[in-house]
């Protein structure tokens, strides 16, 4: 069964950091792409980060230069460390993926999501 | 302010058709980047209905169908059931972001 699990999420203060994980099961992570998708209270989806196959990640505006996708291929796992946090990342984040013959960015395996709140 | 348009809600009677429009620009939809649609639940994660502007993956009911014009593309559920009731995402690739985005999504309720 191909499965996706977040974990990592918590109550932190602004400025704090945290490190999100996404283990996967049923597939191996290099060789397919993953990515962030994070959903405020209420709110909607927003993309955040993504690692390609090759290594490459590319990263929301909204994040950029504070967050940083990587991934480990003896635990199977994408992480997302997240510096200089605010108030406006406090979301339920999900790690996302996609099987072999869907078109480029259609997830159809996402994780059940980890929640972060950024407050003092 | 979502790069996609999508209207906050739609609404139909059982066996009715509901669409749903997804409106960008040249830089994502109107540049030729494929369009996904998404169904969630309350609670839950998002599941895709449609890739590639049309394709339903394996085990999503015919009734569920996308198309792509322009700038814009829509999903169409006919024979509407309570069970649709959900919210519903777009989502497309933006060359000017360098990344994906989505629609701010659409409540489907059923009458």
């Known amino acids: 069964e191909v499965l996706l699990v977040e974990s990592g999420g918590g109550l932190v203060q602004p400025g704090g950091s945290l490190t999100l994980s996404c283990a996967a099961s049923g597939f191996t992570v290099s060789d397919s792409y993953v990515s962030w998708v994070r959903q405020a209270p209420g709110k909607g989806l927003e993309w955040v980060s993504v690692v390609y196959s090759s290594g490459t990640t590319y990263y929301a505006d909204s994040v950029k230069g504070r967050i940083t996708i990587s991934r480990e291929t003896s635990k199977n796992t994408v992480y997302l460390q997240m510096n200089s946090l605010r108030d406006e990342d406090t979301a339920l984040y999900y790690c996302?993926?996609?099987?072999?013959?869907?078109?480029?960015?259609?997830?159809?395996?996402w994780g059940q999501g980890t929640m972060v709140s950024v407050s003092s | 302010q979502s790069v996609l348009t999508q209207p906050p809600s739609v609404s139909g009677a059982p066996g009715q058709r509901v669409t749903i429009s997804c409106t960008g620009t040249?830089?994502?939809?109107?540049?030729?980047?494929?369009v996904h649609w998404y169904l969630q639940l309350p609670g839950t994660a998002p599941t895709l209905l449609i890739h590639g502007h049309s394709n339903r993956p394996s085990g999503v009911p015919d009734r569920f169908s996308g198309s792509k014009s322009g700038t814009a593309a829509s999903l169409a559920i006919t024979g509407l059931q309570a069970e649709d009731e959900a919210d519903y995402y777009c989502q497309s690739y933006d060359i000017s972001l360098g990344g994906w985005v989505f629609g701010g999504g659409t409540k489907v309720s059923v009458l």
């Open positions: 996302a993926s996609s099987s072999p013959g869907l078109r480029l960015g259609a997830f159809d395996i």
């Open positions: 040249s830089s994502n939809i109107g540049a030729g980047y494929d």
